[in-house]
């Protein structure tokens, strides 16, 4: 069933509900990746919950030269592929219903964990997504949302911010979806022309060559991932780096063990891609 397009947040609250609320929130064009989101929202509430998909292009989170202009709008192809996943509602706000006063002067600080990796690449980008993911937690009011792991930064930073602004909602992290040849995906992937994509294959090599590595520690992590990404022809890598999944702090201590994320982000030809994935360190695969 072809779900409601909502425009304002009015009627969205008008709307009978008898479950949970599971919100899961994009920038629209959507893909497969999108998809395993809203059906693992669907999974989550039941037949009896109701499941919200946002389209909205946050202008907050474009920081100079970024492709604000040229990303992809395509809303009725993403009413078809949310409905046929489970969705009952698109909520495609305007830019007036979600900054009604025009652009906020108050907003969202992603602090300490925001000014590293994306952050220091994309200065700002965080507030921005901050910012408009607690205007969409406060127009759509889920109890529960969905976030992929792949914008591993960002679950992070959304995580920090529920916990610490006392949101009343529970984040879900649902696995990065990624194509038959390892490549994630992205809204991006469609500016890749044929050798930016061979180049591109090169993160996922890198963090596989990585993970391979986990039980020696994270000098051999970082070393196995280079390594790869330096043999990567037409990439231009921005940072290969370990993490804590919490702090998002880089790991360097020989000793460390458990949970950690190996992230990367790179331009194959014009396109900046980013990638990670969760590692256990220090205790064998």
């Known amino acids: 069933m072809r779900p409601e397009v909502v425009r304002t947040a009015a009627r969205l609250r008008s709307l009978p509900r008898d479950g949970e609320r599971a919100v899961v929130m994009t ?26 998909v946002t389209v909205f292009v946050n202008p907050l989170q474009f920081g100079a030269g970024e492709d604000l202009d040229r990303y992809p709008r395509t809303l009725d192809a993403d009413v078809e592929v949310a409905g046929k996943e489970g969705a009952d509602v698109v909520f495609a706000p305007s830019v007036e219903e979600v900054y009604p006063g025009g652009e906020p002067q108050v907003r969202v600080s992603a602090g300490p964990m925001g000014t590293v990796l994306e952050g220091a690449f994309r200065p700002g980008h965080f507030d921005g997504m901050l910012t408009v993911v607690a205007k969409l937690l406060h127009l759509t009011a889920p109890d529960v949302a ?10 992070a930073l959304v995580r920090r911010m529920v916990r610490d602004l006392n ?5 879900v992290a649902v696995p990065t ?4 040849d390892g490549l994630a995906l992205s809204s991006r992937n469609r500016y890749l ?10 993160l996922s ?18 070393r ?4 790869v990404l330096a043999g990567g022809e037409g990439l231009d890598v921005d940072y290969v780096a370990l993490v804590d999944p919490d702090s998002f702090a880089e790991i360097t201590e020989g000793t460390w063990h458990g949970d950690a994320v190996l992230a990367v982000a790179a331009r194959a030809g014009t396109t900046r891609l980013i990638d ?10």
């Open 146 to 155: 969905f976030f992929g792991q792949k914008d591993a930064q960002q679950l």
């Open 276 to 285: 990670n994935l969760p590692l256990r360190l220090g205790e064998g695969r």
């Open 177 to 180: 979806v990624r194509e038959d």
């Open 167 to 171: 949101f009343p909602t529970e984040i």
């Open 193 to 202: 022309d044929r050798a930016g994509r061979a180049s591109a294959l090169a």
């Open 27 to 52: 920038m629209g064009a959507l893909h497969e990746g999108h998809a395993a989101l809203v059906r693992a929202a669907r999974e989550r509430v039941g037949p009896a919950g109701q499941v919200v």
């Open 224 to 227: 196995a991932a280079r390594e």
């Open 205 to 222: 090599r890198a963090l596989r060559a990585g993970e391979q590595a986990a039980d020696r520690g994270p000098a051999a992590v970082l």
